[in-house]
């Protein structure tokens, strides 16, 4: 563009500078340095008054910490995906705000520049991996509405429900043993100004152990020479700071049935599912014994003055998420609770005669029966039901899918499974992850005998630190590691500790399976099966501890399915307690199996190495 000749035309034709039509023309000819020449500007815009209109510069924008705040949320990074009220004003933010979010930062940050501490890292970015996985089925979930979360109202009664609700009002009572009612679950955007309370309710509490008396003749010791045992028990509730407490009872084998409220707030106040399953708080029941000393040193002031202090001393206790209670919705039974081998200057009472229920109690355990849940009853999330990338035969895929439907449609409260997302995200048939694997030669050279084996081989698998799914990632992606993958990660879930564990039985000869249900305080969970003739035994991967199966006292509740390498079989009995139940996956009535005669197992490579 020639300026001189432009510059001539434009004094020629005697513009008006000051016609709104002509100003885009004279502000981009407008003289410089106040000369009478025009010159066209070094650079090229689209909104020729962008300068005017700037009210603050890029790097005030960049350090703005209100717009920044916007910005995470959108994102939906982990701090600020919940937060609801944003304040107007960047100086009404709190100064510590961002205080969480950059120690998370700094400590991925220090992770990745460490290449001392190899293992770690590797274990970071896997989790890392798998938050982000997380988060991205969380994103694809927040989308999806149906017609329950906009619209709420009771549905319509067919007549069927009627003449079953006319059948309850007139059925006989039986004041001794009441039922519970079943609960109208309650969505998020109607509790906003409720009260959410979480309820227990103790009931009683089995071999509480006593102070013992020592006795000077023998140096043993033993409960007081009246028969009374000097024990004075009672339990103690804590929920997100908050307290409370029974009463004190007396004994060994107290009984309370005292109901404790604890308030529950969801983070930000948002009640929704997907911010509900976010939660890592844990309910934590503890189990004391008040005890009494007379601090008077008077003798003579013993009849006026009265001088006591009052000390409890732990004896046990259960650690319980949110996230358990969150996804069964309803924890009742008898639990055992965590107490310390050797606790000095106690003993636990040895009974000549006891009852059926407590002879069932191990005589070192100590448990307690209760019943806890939220008030009023949250819903759950629907199951995201998405299809991944998967190497197996579209048959395989189809028959899995049918196998699930049936069992989901006849029994929806049990826990089934047929695949398993592997570490790539990919969809594998889960008796792939089954193999008989050798255990390390030290291991099996530290026993003569097939039991202290197994047991030396559970208490292996058991010292592998593990991170549970339902504290982590809950109710979204569950990863299956193969167990290769597992020892050199030297991290892993309830599915990882149970699946290594099932195959170092399988190299042992046992007839074992991967058992996958739901137990306390895990929630839905895997344990491992051992038939050993007539008996049948749960072994607790993560604990290296193992229970019979007709022990009312074993934490695992109840039974979704078996699987091992040949098979899968879903338990299609009336009852789902372990306590209850047959084990003979031969009975067609009791067990149905995946793999049968008119599709047999196709002899499925395996994914362990």
């Not at 998020?188 to 009683?204: A, F, H, S």
């Not at 998420?321 to 606790?343: K, Q, W």
């Amino acid at each position: 563009m020639d300026m001189d000749k432009l510059s001539k035309w434009l004094s020629n034709s005697r513009i008006d500078p000051n016609d709104p039509a002509n100003s885009e023309l004279v502000y981009l000819l407008r003289p410089k340095g106040g000369g009478d020449k025009i010159s066209a500007p070094d650079y090229f815009r689209l909104e020729q008054l962008q300068e005017e209109f700037n009210f603050s510069t890029d790097e005030e924008l960049a350090n703005d910490k209100r717009l920044q705040i916007l910005e995470l949320r959108e994102k939906e990074v982990m701090e600020f995906r919940n937060m609801k009220m944003v304040p107007a004003f960047s100086h009404e933010l709190s100064p510590d705000i961002f205080k969480e979010y950059n120690k998370r930062l700094d400590d991925e940050a220090k992770v990745k520049d460490t290449e001392s501490d190899s293992h770690r890292a590797v274990v970071t970015r896997f989790m890392q991996r798998v938050r982000e996985q997380v988060l991205e089925r969380k994103r694809a979930a927040a989308h999806q509405k149906s017609l329950q979360d906009i619209i709420v109202e009771d549905s319509v009664p067919n007549i069927a429900a009627i003449v079953l609700n006319l059948g309850n009002v007139l059925a006989p009572r039986r004041p001794l043993r009441p039922r519970r009612k079943e609960r109208k679950t309650v969505s998020g955007q109607n509790l906003q100004d409720r009260e959410v309370k979480i309820m227990i309710n103790i009931t009683r509490a089995y071999n509480v152990p006593c102070r013992a008396v020592k006795d000077h003749q023998s140096g043993e010791g033993r409960t007081s020479a009246s028969g009374e045992h000097k024990v004075r028990p009672f339990f103690e509730v804590m929920f997100q700071r908050e307290k409370k407490t029974t009463s004190v009872a007396e004994g060994p084998n107290p009984s309370w049935n005292e109901e404790l409220n604890l308030p529950f707030r969801a983070p930000n106040n948002d009640y929704s599912s997907t911010n509900l399953q976010t939660v890592n708080d844990s309910l934590y029941i503890n189990l004391f014994d008040e005890h009494v000393t007379d601090v008077l040193q008077d003798d003579r002031q013993r009849g006026r003055e009265v001088h006591r202090r009052l000390d409890k001393k732990w004896l046990g206790g259960i650690q319980i998420p949110f996230a358990t209670l969150y996804s069964d919705g309803v924890i009742e039974g008898t639990f055992r609770l965590e107490s310390p081998a050797v606790l000095l200057g106690y003993s636990r009472e040895k009974a000549k005669k006891k009852t059926a229920e407590d002879s069932a109690a191990s005589a070192d355990n100590t448990h307690v029966s209760m019943f806890i849940t939220v008030e009023p009853s949250l819903g759950m999330a629907p199951d995201l039901k998405e299809t991944f990338e998967s190497n197996e035969s579209e048959e395989l895929l189809n028959a899995a899918a049918k196998y699930m439907e049936q069992l989901e449609k006849s029994f929806p409260n049990r826990n089934f499974t047929t695949a398993a997302i592997d570490i790539n995200g990919k969809t594998v048939f889960v008796t792939k992850y089954f193999k008989p694997l050798a255990p390390p030669p030290t291991v099996l050279e530290l026993a003569t005998d097939l039991k202290t084996q197994l047991e030396n081989v559970a208490r292996y698998v058991s010292l592998i630190p593990y991170i549970s799914d339902s504290v982590t990632f809950p109710g979204m992606c569950d990863i299956w590691s193969t167990c290769d993958q597992f020892l050199q990660m030297l991290t892993g879930d309830e599915e990882e500790h149970a699946v290594l564990l099932t195959n170092y039985f399988l190299y042992l000869q046992q007839d074992a399976y991967l058992c996958v249900g739901t137990a306390i305080p895990e929630g839905i969970t895997a344990y491992t099966l051992v038939k050993d003739g007539k008996d049948v035994w749960i072994w607790n991967a993560m604990k290296g501890e193992k229970y019979k199966s007709t022990d009312i006292f074993s934490p695992l509740k109840s039974i979704g399915c078996l699987i091992n390498d040949k098979n899968i079989w879903g338990n299609i009995q009336k009852f789902n307690q372990p306590s209850r139940m047959t084990f003979d996956t031969n009975n067609a009535k009791a067990w149905k199996p995946f793999f049968t005669s008119s599709f047999p197992n196709p002899g499925l490579p395996t994914v362990q190495v």
